[in-house]
């Protein structure tokens, strides 16, 4: 029986999901074709590049990629909720082991995967009988470096998901006999973890700015797995570790150990040069720094943003589409609206207090309101948190924050030779063209790269005319030169002027049906493509030109405010079929950079690992081990001693919010790290791990409330209001169930029960 199994395996596609044949990309004797896999440089470097394709894409990856984790948790209530799927299936506790709403993209399968690969490279990397391509040592090594982490980060996504799994560090053999696999233990899991990232930090760093595994990486090596990722992983492994859920009796895995280990990662980030992003934006750009880092693109080598560790490298979140506001051109569905308890959490910034301090009722609509926050019930968004403004859009907040300036993206042109019955000279950034006979015409500088993304791409420049021109013409030189039909209409008007007037023509016919300025399809740049300008048919025309270019930009939108009033553009609705509506009273604005729209998405992207996350791991930690005001020393040379009060300050510092004082009890502590930790880290994917580590999901996660608002004139009513029980919060969730097939294979191979509780 067990031969025949094993035999299965091989021939079949997907009988074991774990190490799944249907991952295999050798054939059944294996050996020729890792030979072949590891014999180039190429080859090689592409398998490692393999490994790290299974880093997952965090962003909006549920319900058909449309929707983020935020939306089953207690941080929002998605407006997908009477639309069957995912949404629908959790707020109605349909949740079972052949239909899991949170396993998305990214779940059992894609990380054993992603760990099979990880164990075929670092087995074969180093097989003289395998890998016979020619690599530098330093290289090579970087390379097991960054695998060693990423098999580490994938196992430390399974153990969050669903406690102990198992530990496989090689690639099954042909003949391998699943019924000695089991489940290790949660500790076993971190020990791994830990070893690996140690194993990986152990390789010396090569002084070679380029190749190995490296603290600095450079803007073109984006994706690549950095020491601070390692770091990250430790910090984020070892507060699990630590926590209530993952924590039993005897564990190594204490808050002093958490301590040690999150403090180390901190501070070793802190001494190579990470920084909590502090960089103030212009008003037209975004309302605070916090708002401005959730906007912007990291830059992997750090010249500006020095908080990212590592950023999701290519799903921008689509908040203005998949999250936006229903008055918008292209928004497909509300999304996931914040709730009143992420809202409540937001302080007042002038105090520094909590304005909602918990509920009287188990409704949460009777608030226990904080009075000395200096919190008004009337007027619920004034003086909040500055994170609320950048990361909700509430009743009357401005959808835009244009101040009337656009950022252009220019491309300066010039004329040049050839050119036919036409002069021209310039003198002072002044190009006076004469026309002196028929079909007048001149070349124009090369473009030298592509043309910017935006709304609007025009030629531009100011001039002045002898008279007016009625039938000019621009050729489009895409392939060396002008080309019939490749041009646009003999109609383009220069009025007659004495004085400086300005010129525009759009370049969206030249762009979409021409491929002006556009990387061909090979992704080669179009740094040899021109103009051609016809100045007019005759001769006799003087025309003189300044600040000739191209123009890139998008019109920022009219400053109208969201109305989430009932009745209002982006009215609260309960008609289940309005998905373009909230449901709470309150859309999602973090990532949002309201410039963007159909034409131009610029949302950000979210980050998989920050510094801002690991001053809150270490400031968890050590306020369990050794109290809030205790000072932990350094950990690596240049850090300095800190305090777990002092963490959070320097986070609520970056935010301008008032620091937390000394002398706080353990409780009272607790309650305002909680906090901290939900409002800095909100719609993150960290919530729904946060509730279920903490083992508070039954009072979190029964259902959340909303905000209904009522217009009267030019006052407004405020009204809570409580949405559907979910049945979510049974302890059954506090892990995912491990798909039906999976846990019944596993039970017939190895005669015990793989399924996790309840499920």
Do not use: H
């Given at each position: 029986?067990?031969?025949?199994?094993?035999?299965?395996?091989?021939?079949?596609?997907?009988?074991?999901?774990?190490?799944?044949?249907?991952?295999?990309?050798?054939?059944?004797?294996?050996?020729?074709?890792?030979?072949?896999?590891?014999?180039?440089?190429?080859?090689?470097?592409?398998?490692?590049?393999?490994?790290?394709?299974?880093?997952?894409?965090?962003?909006?990856?549920?319900?058909?990629?449309?929707?983020?984790?935020?939306?089953f948790s207690d941080e929002a209530h998605d407006a997908s909720d009477g639309v069957n799927g995912d949404v629908n299936d959790w707020y109605n506790n349909r949740a079972s082991s052949t239909n899991n709403p949170v396993d998305g993209a990214y779940g059992w399968n894609h990380f054993f995967q992603g760990i099979r690969k990880c164990n075929t490279f670092l087995s074969s990397i180093n097989d003289p009988a395998i890998a016979t391509a020619q690599i530098k040592e330093i290289e090579k090594n970087g390379w097991i470096g960054e695998v060693l982490v990423l098999r580490a980060y994938f196992y430390l996504q399974l153990v969050k998901r669903y406690g102990g799994v198992p530990l496989i560090t090689a690639p099954y053999e042909v003949n391998h006999d699943f019924s000695q696999d089991k489940r290790a233990t949660i500790e076993e899991c971190i020990d791994f973890i830990l070893a690996d990232c140690d194993a990986a930090l152990a390789i010396p760093e090569t002084s070679d700015a380029n190749i190995g595994f490296r603290w600095n990486i450079n803007d073109g090596d984006r994706g690549s797995v950095t020491r601070a990722f390692a770091y990250a992983v430790k910090s984020q492994?070892?507060?699990?570790?630590?926590?209530?859920?993952?924590?039993?009796?005897?564990?190594?895995?204490?808050?002093?150990?958490?301590?040690e280990i999150t403090k180390e990662a901190l501070d070793q980030c802190l001494a190579h040069g990470f920084e909590l992003f502090d960089l103030a934006p212009a008003g037209d750009i975004a309302q605070n720094a916090y708002a401005y880092y959730f906007i912007n693109r990291s830059d992997p080598s750090r010249a500006i943003d020095k908080e990212t560790i590592f950023e999701t490298t290519a799903a921008r979140s689509n908040v203005w589409k998949w999250a936006g506001t229903p008055f918008m051109a292209g928004v497909e569905k509300a999304g996931s609206g914040p709730s009143q308890e992420l809202v409540d959490a937001y302080g007042m910034q002038a105090t520094g207090e909590m304005p909602i301090t918990g509920y009287s009722d188990a409704q949460h609509l009777q608030p226990i309101i904080n009075q000395a926050s200096g919190y008004d019930a009337a007027n619920p968004y004034v003086g909040r948190d500055p994170r609320f403004y950048a990361s909700i859009y509430y009743n009357n907040s401005p959808r835009s924050l244009s101040t009337g300036n656009v950022d252009k993206q220019l491309i300066p042109m010039s004329f040049r030779s050839p050119l036919n019955n036409i002069t021209f000279n310039t003198t002072n950034g002044e190009t006076k063209i004469n026309t002196t006979g028929g079909d007048p015409w001149i070349f124009t500088s090369l473009l030298g790269k592509e043309i910017p993304a935006g709304e609007k791409r025009l030629v531009t420049f100011e001039y002045k005319s002898n008279k007016t021109v009625t039938n000019a013409q621009f050729f489009y030189c895409v392939a060396g030169g002008p080309a019939g039909g490749v041009s646009s209409p003999e109609n383009i008007r220069i009025d007659g002027s004495t004085e400086w007037?300005?010129?525009?023509?759009?370049?969206?016919?030249?762009?979409?049906?021409?491929?002006?300025?556009?990387?061909?399809?090979?992704?080669?740049a179009p740094s040899n493509h021109f103009l051609r300008f016809d100045a007019s048919g005759d001769p006799g025309y003087e025309i003189t030109i300044r600040n000739f270019q191209i123009e890139s930009f998008t019109p920022p939108p009219a400053p109208v405010p969201v109305e989430t009033f009932v009745g209002g553009n982006a009215r609260i609705s309960s008609d289940l079929t309005e998905t373009r509506f909230t449901r709470t009273g309150y859309y999602l604005r973090k990532f949002n950079n309201y410039k963007s729209s159909v034409t131009v998405d610029q949302d950000g992207l979210m980050k998989i690992f920050r510094l801002g996350e690991l001053y809150l791991n270490f400031a968890e930690a050590a306020y369990n081990s050794v109290g809030a005001d205790a000072a932990v020393p350094s950990k690596a040379s240049g850090a300095s001693a800190l305090s777990a009060r002092e963490a959070v300050n320097a986070i609520r510092n970056r935010a301008n919010m008032p620091a937390l004082p000394t002398g706080l009890s353990k409780a009272d502590f607790e309650k305002r790290y909680r906090n901290e930790r939900q409002v800095e880290l909100a719609f993150e994917e960290h919530r729904f791990f946060d509730v279920r580590r903490w083992k508070i999901l039954n009072d979190t996660d029964k259902f959340v409330t909303?905000?209904?608002?009522?217009?009267?004139?030019?006052?407004?009513?405020?009204?809570?209001?409580?949405?559907?029980?979910?049945?979510?919060?049974?302890?059954?969730?506090?892990?995912?169930?491990?798909?039906?097939?999976?846990?019944?294979k596993m039970e017939s191979v190895t005669g015990t029960n793989w399924q996790n509780p309840g499920w």
């Open positions: 029986m067990k031969r025949s199994i094993i035999k299965i395996c091989v021939v079949a596609l997907g009988l074991m999901t774990l190490e799944s044949c249907a991952d295999l990309d050798l054939p059944s004797d294996g050996r020729l074709a890792l030979n072949d896999l590891f014999s180039t440089y190429p080859r090689t470097k592409n398998y490692y590049e393999i490994c790290k394709s299974y880093i997952p894409q965090v962003g909006f990856m549920y319900q058909g990629q449309r929707t983020p984790l935020a939306s492994a070892a507060l699990f570790a630590a926590s209530p859920l993952y924590n039993t009796s005897g564990s190594k895995y204490t808050w002093e150990k958490a301590t007037k300005r010129f525009e023509f759009d370049l969206t016919d030249a762009i979409n049906t021409f491929g002006f300025g556009v990387n061909n399809s090979g992704g080669q909303g905000m209904r608002i009522v217009k009267n004139g030019n006052n407004y009513n405020y009204t809570r209001f409580k949405l559907q029980d979910r049945g979510t919060n049974a302890d059954k969730y506090l892990w995912q169930p491990l798909s039906l097939s999976e846990a019944t």
